[in-house]
């Protein structure tokens, strides 16, 4: 069954400074998708970034990129020049590639902290 | 377009109520997922659906627990007999096709069973 690890429960980073948050998953699937989801206290889920496991190279949307490694089934999220409205938590999440595969199964969750 | 809606966005049930819980998902999209977040954890597959049919429950409680995504109409989720480990934010999330990767997700609904 595939699983999702985030390590990290908590991290915190200064503002304007860059920030990684760690995720490993683990499946047996060559095909799959990667995501990393925001959740603000508002508690809606809000897209970050996604991955294609087929692509190599690693997606990047504004300030945030992540560091996808398949064969040691990796896949941070680095957030550039910190805002305090990045202040969330954060989780991993894998989707397999299958029509029946759709659900997302979620890491436990980094909270990012955001000093000013 | 507007995005997918979740109603009530808080319920309150004794012990014992029943919830129902709905979700609409975004236009054009014909496939739901059903997720539950408990208190410092993440989200949990609960269910996925198409119209009219049932393609996963593999994350649903045997008991108790049921969805359904009518040909018309939000897809349902029912708690019956609530208990107090049901406390928790429930999210729906929809795609356009089950292929899709990308899943929009509902504010959520927190059910307190008191």
């Known amino acids: 069954a595939q699983t999702v690890t985030q390590s990290q429960p908590e991290m915190s980073v200064q503002e304007a400074e860059t920030v990684t948050l760690s995720c490993t998953y683990d499946?047996?699937?060559?095909?799959?998708?990667l995501f990393w989801y925001k959740q603000p206290p508002s508690r809606q889920m809000i897209l970050v970034i996604r991955?294609?496991?087929?692509?190599?190279q690693n997606a990047t949307e504004n300030r945030f990129s992540v560091n996808f490694q398949k064969a040691a089934k990796s896949f941070s999220l680095k957030i550039s020049d910190s805002q305090l409205g990045d202040a969330a938590m954060y989780f991993c999440a894998h989707r397999g590639y299958g029509g029946s595969q759709g659900n997302l199964i979620f890491g436990k969750g980094t909270k990012l902290s955001v000093k000013p | 377009n507007a995005g997918v809606m979740q109603n009530p966005r808080h319920l309150v049930r004794r012990r014992g109520q029943e919830a129902r819980l709905r979700c609409s998902p975004m236009k054009g999209h014909s496939h739901v997922y059903w997720y539950r977040q408990l208190p410092e954890e993440g989200l949990k597959f609960m269910v996925y659906l198409q119209k009219e049919n049932i393609i996963d429950e593999s994350g649903m409680p045997k008991e108790r627990f049921s969805a359904e995504f009518p040909k018309e109409g939000p897809s349902i989720l029912r708690i019956q007999q609530v208990v107090r480990g049901d406390s928790a934010a429930y999210f729906c999330?929809?795609?356009?096709?089950?292929?899709?990767?990308?899943?929009?997700f509902g504010p959520g609904t927190r059910l307190t069973v008191t």
């Open positions: 999330a929809s795609s356009p096709t089950g292929t899709a990767y990308e899943q929009y």
């Open positions: 499946t047996s699937e060559s095909d799959y998708y």
């Open positions: 991955q294609e496991a087929y692509k190599q």
